[in-house]
């Protein structure tokens, strides 16, 4: 036994399970499949591939690199970036780099550094690489001869080195030639700027535009100031006119508070009025002394109305004398404002030929700034040209190349890794290949896999030369004798023949041998001093019937199973005694027309309740369940099922198919024995032609028999 069988009868069709259960199976039977059968093959690829990488390393011509590394940057460049002096060469940032590498290549330099090194032999390169992130380039050759390689190396460098050089010569003597042509020409721009700026002077007789805005503000403010008092007079005067008129009733005794006592009008008018005071005060004394009708009296008030009559012309001439102060005040205003006015048309006029002079000014300090940055320029190329004698550039060989001490081409550790790596490759695809094309099932494990690893494994029978009829006659001390001792009491573990005392042998397709194991099942466990009954119920072709014909009697028409389903006889008339094996038989008896509905008619379950009641144990050789459905009515009558598959010849799609037909019918299998585990890749055919034989309708299968009684069927 290769594995210990199962306690319990396990279900043979697709149970639920974890998802890593799952994940698991799906690994496992892909190794089953694709990984196992092919396993020697696949090593074999393996260091084939190996073996490969080894001639390959001794057959290949190694090859030496030596590299050499360059700063390049366009920073020195920069004196010579003047407009219209553009190398196409020289760019900056990434550009500049990448046109770098690219001079380095190119067929110019290639065909100079030949001529420089000399060298002969072939060589491949340059290798132009940047050092990310920096501004290193490394100029790489390979060669053959590490001497080559560090040579090329070098004169590449050298030469595009000098390249540059001179590239920079060529572009400062061309720009130095350019800046004095533009001095030339900004010079006498700057001349023909300056006498206009002159002359615009001289026009307009401004020397000095700040002294000139001074003066013309100060007058302004100045002539404001005087507006401003003229313009207070002027609405002083015209407020008292209004207030006199408006009280023109009461202007004698108004006219003393809105003129200044100190003014003449206003003088003139208080004396009048006094004098009138001063007059009236005597008239008191003359009524007293006189009546109206007296001429003193008369004269005194002919006095006070010329008093009166003084005063009012006294008004009157003050109202002329403010009109006239008041005209006077508004004139002067005005001629201040117009003043004013012409004062501020000249600092406007002074503000636009402001603005024409800056703009001569400015235009006479950009060519100054010009001339400066051209004189500046041609020092900075100097400069630079003085500092490239010295080897100060940015462009320059930070180490040369050396000489390689050891080959970097082939690498053993590359080599041998990827040898590897195809190997493995090609040994998937060929497993994977062959187990796609070849569906045959080659391992107990591939079976089990199909069922979900769920089926118990009682037992495996090996690949046995001998003929069936040689193997029945051992008696007990045999290889085939120990196998099925082996698998007796792997049954008689699982509890399987203590459960139940029937036993059903059955297979997903003819021609897997479950007659043979039938039978021979049913030997070892008669040997076990048990009462075994051996049951024919395969209806159709009955392989048990013929393997059976050397043990019975010669022309003998013996009755069967069929003959008690459709009632001719009773179990016990038609079960044989065989002596050499020490069990009965009850043969299938005649092909009926109908087994299918035979089995199902109830007779059955009547016969083996009467077989049970007999024996100890009841074994049952069935029909193929893929090719009929017998079998199936059978294990429906709890009847146990354990199937025999001849591995090397069926395949996975009958494998599954039949998982899928019993999930259908809700039947459990009890287990599983394996046929042929040992056969070899290259006796499938030897092997079915020594043990095949086929059914008229399409279908044959179990152990073929001997010669002797392959010719007496004949």
């Not at 046109?99 to 190119?106: C, E, G, I, N, V």
């Not at 040209?385 to 970097?408: G, K, Q």
Request: hydrophobic content about 40%.
């Amino acid at each position: 036994m290769e594995n210990p069988p199962n306690t319990g009868n396990l279900t043979g069709i697709p149970g639920s399970e974890s998802e890593q259960d799952n994940i698991l199976h799906l690994v496992f039977d892909a190794y089953s499949t694709y990984v196992r059968p092919y396993l020697w093959l696949d090593l074999l690829a393996i260091v084939l591939f190996l073996i490969g990488g080894v001639i390959y390393l001794k057959t290949t011509v190694p090859l030496f690199s030596s590299k050499a590394q360059l700063h390049v940057n366009s920073q020195d460049l920069k004196v010579t970036d003047i407009r219209g002096v553009m190398d196409p060469n020289y760019q900056s940032g990434e550009t500049f780099i990448n046109t770098q590498m690219l001079l380095m290549k190119s067929s110019e330099i290639l065909k100079k550094a030949n001529q420089l090194s000399g060298v002969k032999e072939s060589y491949r390169g340059p290798i132009v690489k940047r050092v990310p992130g920096t501004m290193l380039v490394d100029l790489a050759v390979e060669s053959a001869n590490p001497d080559v390689a560090a040579k090329m190396a070098n004169s590449i460098a050298e030469v595009y080195l000098d390249s540059v050089r001179s590239r920079k010569v060529e572009i400062t003597y061309t720009g130095m030639n350019l800046l004095r042509d533009q001095m030339e020409e900004l010079r006498k721009s700057r001349e023909l700027a300056m006498n206009d700026m002159l002359k615009f002077k001289e026009e307009h007789q401004i020397f000095n535009f700040s002294e000139n805005y001074a003066a013309i503000v100060s007058q302004i403010n100045s002539l404001n100031n005087i507006a401003n008092e003229a313009r207070l007079d002027e609405t002083e005067l015209a407020s008292t006119l209004d207030s006199i008129r408006e009280n023109r009733a009461n202007a004698v005794r108004l006219m003393p508070y809105l003129i200044p006592l100190g003014s003449d009008a206003g003088g003139s008018l208080g004396s009048l009025k006094m004098l009138y005071f001063t007059h009236e005060t005597t008239l008191p004394a003359l009524l007293s002394q006189y009546n109206e009708a007296h001429t003193a009296v008369k004269t005194h008030r002919e006095v006070s109305q010329m008093l009166k009559e003084a005063q009012e012309a006294e008004v009157d001439t003050s109202i002329d004398g403010l009109e006239l102060r008041y005209k006077r005040s508004k004139k002067r205003r005005e001629l201040l404002d117009e003043q004013i006015a012409v004062l501020r048309a000249q600092l406007t006029e002074l503000d636009k030929i402001s603005a024409d002079y800056r703009m001569h000014e400015t235009a006479l300090t950009s060519l100054d700034n010009t001339y400066s940055m051209l004189v500046n320029r041609i020092n900075e190329i100097k400069i630079s040209n003085a500092a490239t004698s010295v080897d100060t550039s940015s462009i320059f060989l930070v180490s040369p190349a050396f000489r390689a001490e050891a080959a970097f081409f082939p690498d053993p550790f590359k080599v041998f890794k990827l040898a590897l790596l195809l190997g493995v490759a090609a040994a998937a695809a060929l497993s994977y290949i062959l187990g796609s094309v070849n569906n045959k099932i080659s391992s107990v494990e591939e079976v089990n896999a199909i069922f979900n690893h769920k089926l118990p494994f009682f037992g495996h029978v090996p690949l046995f030369e001998q003929d069936e009829l040689e193997l029945l006659k051992s008696q007990g001390d045999a290889m085939i004798d120990e196998v099925f001792r082996n698998i007796r009491t792997s049954l008689n573990l699982s509890m399987l023949t203590k459960g139940s005392k029937t036993l059903a042998i059955s297979s997903p397709l003819p021609k897997d041998g479950k007659t043979f194991i039938a039978l021979n099942l049913a030997r070892s466990f008669a040997r076990d001093k048990k009462k075994v009954l051996l049951m024919g119920l395969d209806l159709r072709k009955p392989r048990l019937d013929k393997l059976m014909e050397p043990y019975l009697d010669q022309g003998r028409k013996h009755r069967g199973i069929s003959n008690v389903l459709v009632g001719d006889c009773k179990l016990s008339d038609v079960v044989l005694r065989l002596e050499q094996f020490n069990l009965d038989l009850a043969l299938s008896g005649p092909v009926p027309p109908n087994p299918n509905e035979l089995l199902s008619s109830g007779g059955l379950q009547e016969i083996l309740a009467e077989a049970t009641a007999q024996y100890d144990l009841v074994i049952i050789d069935t029909a193929p369940i893929l090719a009929v459905s017998d079998t199936l009515i059978i294990a429906s009558l709890a009847v146990p099922v354990v199937l025999t598959t001849r591995l090397f010849k069926v395949t996975r799609p009958a494998l599954r198919s039949l998982r899928d037909r019993l999930s259908q019918v809700n039947i459990n299998l009890a287990g599983l024995i394996a046929n042929n585990v040992n056969v070899p890749k290259n006796a499938y055919k030897y092997y079915s032609d020594k043990y095949g034989y086929g059914y008229g309708y399409g279908y044959g299968y179990g152990y073929g028999s001997s010669e002797n009684n392959k010719a007496k069927n004949k």
